[in-house]
């Protein structure tokens, strides 16, 4: 369900194994839609579609947060395996929902209280001091939807946007971390759960732009308590396919941030630096398969978001690119350029993290024109 | 031109790569059908078919030898940008232009006549000894088209088989090879060539069974020797695009076997094995784009192709194959399972030849049914 980058870097893994994969996409040219065969045309919140696309389908799964719990429940009621479930999926779907049970089962995560006026937003600051996260608790992605608010005016500027239909707002203590984290587990309905290599994200205007895995000095027990987080979240919650928990690490503890249900832009490096992709793990967990080694394939690997910028055609940046960097691979969504829009990303993978972050940076500043040699 | 897997194995790069990829097939079920977005039914030796499917395209490349000379050389008279060219590839259509091109360049090869009657085989046997090869020179592939005659009667045999149109009867040396080679190149239409490690390949019964990247026991010399062998004929042909040239090795020597002007069964194991894979490289090369790094990623990879046997639901395979061995690879073709016909391959990647050597024929020998457990 849903025809974006995700559902299109699908297509290959599913084409390795054999498996005949279908994709939901609103319009004909979404970026999946483009490359793969069997596309049913339809919006994600139109029971109707949902019915065409699971007609003949073993699984259905997503490419993204925004398919309505109760269309899902009437598929479910219809026997169509919908993984992962609605039950669980509504973790990813609506953030107060996913701090009440992660509290409930005693996983780390900031200070939060659901407000609904700016009096309950200064109380709740004056216990955990400004600036204050505020969220909607449905809707938002890449930076969408959260604010950062140092004080009670520009609080009561956020609560004035409108709220998306059946969301609340949701006040967060702002943790001072020293990196972002993603954790990253596939698991199956028969319960068997694999574990990556827990990765250093790096956001700009709160849309990833990097990722480095291993995350660097993160230390084995730290990044061993960041996955067993992980798995355990995803056994109590009952996700199956892909669970890529965020996190953010202040030095000296790891707090929870968000939580997505599916393949996530921090294992994008895995397609290259992975001995198994993210992409046909997830595949693999919905189907039930046996899951494939999450093992990097190589010490570093280092993954750069291209960000549309002023270069609407990304092809023109090819010659520079690949004749500059041959180990370099690229990955384009062909979506159409719009500023700060993820278009694409570039990974390289090696032994030397600071010739990788170099060259990584570079090409995803060729791409969107911020440097032209 | 051509649905076959090779197509199919094209779509994950040219998906990766953003570069709009539209395939020729014969039938929807076609391997590639299957998979890829667009697709155009029609036979490759109907003008009308390679017409609409050039049609809007800035490149078009082969998944098989078998398009005629003459349709090719009017699609280039329309502008159409044909990689290789007809010309080029002629000496992949046609065994015994081949031969003569190669002997003109003193590349070479296992001595050789043309032949029209049994007589002429004689008396080739009498200066090469028997037993001798016989072969068609067009139409063959995977040891269709090839036969090794022990003597004069054996010989009349297969001349008694009918000729495919425009064939004529090849004769060659048999050559008392310690292993066969495969060294691939890829060249762009402006010069620019990067050579794979050469491999070892292992047929049963004139079909690719197995290769081991890099030819185990081949020394760095020879191996230079061979890529430089593949980089001069891809040169003096004029070859754009991956070319495989199959090698025989003596122990002493090598001699050319075959020429593939196009992804070879001989590079799948570069999809997990090499930082840049044979596909990526096709596309890179037709479309005359910089190309990737040829160089392999881990010290050993071993594929091992899945030949069609007792088991028609290759599927029912996956629970077992993939719970033994998480760091296997699959590649399935969609094909129907017809005995002895390739329907998929494993790769498996790393240090220790002998564990990858038994892993892979183990998933192959499952699939397959050779084996059950």
């Known amino acids: 369900m849903g025809g974006g980058q995700l559902a299109r870097m699908s297509a290959a893994p599913a084409t390795a194994l054999g498996i005949d994969f279908r994709v939901l996409a609103a319009e004909p040219e979404e970026s999946a839609a483009q490359v793969i065969h069997d596309v049913v045309l339809g919006r994600h919140d139109d029971m109707e579609a949902l019915r065409r696309l699971a007609d003949g389908c073993q699984v259905v799964t997503f490419d993204h947060e925004h398919v309505p719990p109760a269309h899902l429940e009437q598929l479910e009621a219809m026997g169509v395996a919908v993984r992962p ?40 600051a004056e216990e955990v001091g400004w600036p204050v996260v505020l969220k909607t608790s449905r809707g938002g992605y890449d930076g969408k939807g959260v604010w950062v608010v140092d004080d009670a005016p520009a609080a009561a500027d956020v609560l004035s946007v409108p709220l998306p239909a059946g969301a609340q707002w949701l006040a967060e203590e702002r943790i001072e971390f020293v990196q972002e984290l993603s954790a990253q587990i596939a698991r199956s309905p028969h319960g068997q759960a694999v574990a990556y290599p827990v990765v250093r994200t790096v956001q700009a205007n709160g849309i990833c732009a990097e990722v480095v895995a291993p995350a660097p000095g993160l230390g084995a027990e730290r990044a061993v308590e960041a996955q067993e987080l992980a798995l355990r979240i995803a056994r109590d919650l009952n996700v199956t396919g892909m669970l890529a928990v965020e996190l953010f690490d202040d030095g000296q503890r790891l707090y929870v941030n968000e939580l997505a249900m599916r393949p996530h832009n921090s294992g994008h490096w895995t397609i290259e630096g992975a001995r198994t992709s993210q992409f046909e793990n997830h595949l693999r967990a919905v189907l039930d398969l046996p899951l494939g080694s999450p ?76 440097i032209d040699e």
């Open 295 to 370: 093992a990097a394939v190589a010490p570093h690997a280092v993954m750069v978001n291209i960000l549309g910028g002023d270069v609407p055609d990304l092809y023109s940046a090819y010659r520079h690119v690949m004749a500059r960097d041959p180990g370099l691979k690229v990955h384009l969504y062909g979506k159409e350029v719009r500023p700060g829009r993820k278009v694409g990303h570039v990974t390289v993978v090696g032994n030397d993290l600071d010739d990788l972050l170099a060259r990584g940076r570079h090409a995803a500043d060729y791409f969107t024109g911020a």
């Open 85 to 124: 479930g609605p039950s669980a999926l509504f973790h990813a779907q609506d953030k107060v929902h996913m701090r009440q049970a992660l509290t409930d089962i005693d996983v780390p995560c900031p200070r939060w209280r659901v407000v609904e006026a700016l009096d309950h937003v200064e109380a709740f």
